[in-house]
């Protein structure tokens, strides 16, 4: 191909979900097929550059002072969600099945990556707790190293020393409809370790 299209190429493959013939696709779809599709995708990608920021109070997507969950008076303040990026936030939402508030750390400790707290967006959750706003956390970090790390952090930082602030992570396991013969291991003992009574 040409240098033009092989930098288009190269730049579309580093997004998250593209590979090497997916990234091609793209570039051949919006360069070649359908050109008209490229100045309207351009110019959205531009506006939302300009217009989005985190949202203060938890660190969401806003093009106002506050995220639309943190201005919702119908929200729980006083149950707060972590999560660590901003697509964690919005599966959850569209399960429908929470109704508090959030609060987005944008990454995980990682000692061997060099990620500490300092580098996570925690300050605007020291305030809620310092304000006495927070009586339940939820964990809803990944069910690794990193996740667990952090989820002791969160918990020795925030809970420590304060009985009356519930501390909950949310459960793993198998998914609605999996079967357990493509299960890996740590997900079948996620599912075991997180198992609850059966009514009879």
Do not use: W
């Amino acid at each position: 191909m040409t240098p033009a299209f092989d930098q288009a190429h190269r730049l579309l493959k580093q997004l998250p979900g593209l590979g090497h013939r997916s990234a091609e696709r793209v570039a051949l779809h919006l360069l070649v097929e359908k050109p008209t599709r490229l100045a309207p995708l351009l110019d959205a990608l531009r506006a939302a550059a300009e217009a989005l920021r985190g949202c203060p109070e938890c660190g969401n997507l806003c093009e106002g002072e506050r995220c639309s969950i943190c201005a919702d008076a119908r929200r729980d303040g006083s149950v707060v969600c972590v999560v660590e990026q901003v697509p964690d936030l919005l599966a959850i939402e569209r399960s429908g099945a929470y109704s508090g508030r959030y609060h987005v750390l944008h990454g995980r400790l990682s000692p061997i990556r060099g990620v500490g707290p300092d580098d996570l967006h925690i300050e605007p959750l020291e305030r809620k707790f310092a304000a006495g706003e927070v009586r339940e956390l939820i964990l809803a970090l990944p069910n690794d190293i990193e996740g667990e790390a952090t989820c002791h952090y969160l918990t020795q930082t925030f809970a420590e020393g304060r009985p009356h602030i519930a501390v909950s992570r949310i459960g793993f396991g198998l998914p609605s409809g999996g079967a357990l013969t493509f299960a890996d291991p740590a997900t079948l003992r996620s599912a075991l370790d997180g198992r609850r009574g059966f009514g009879r």
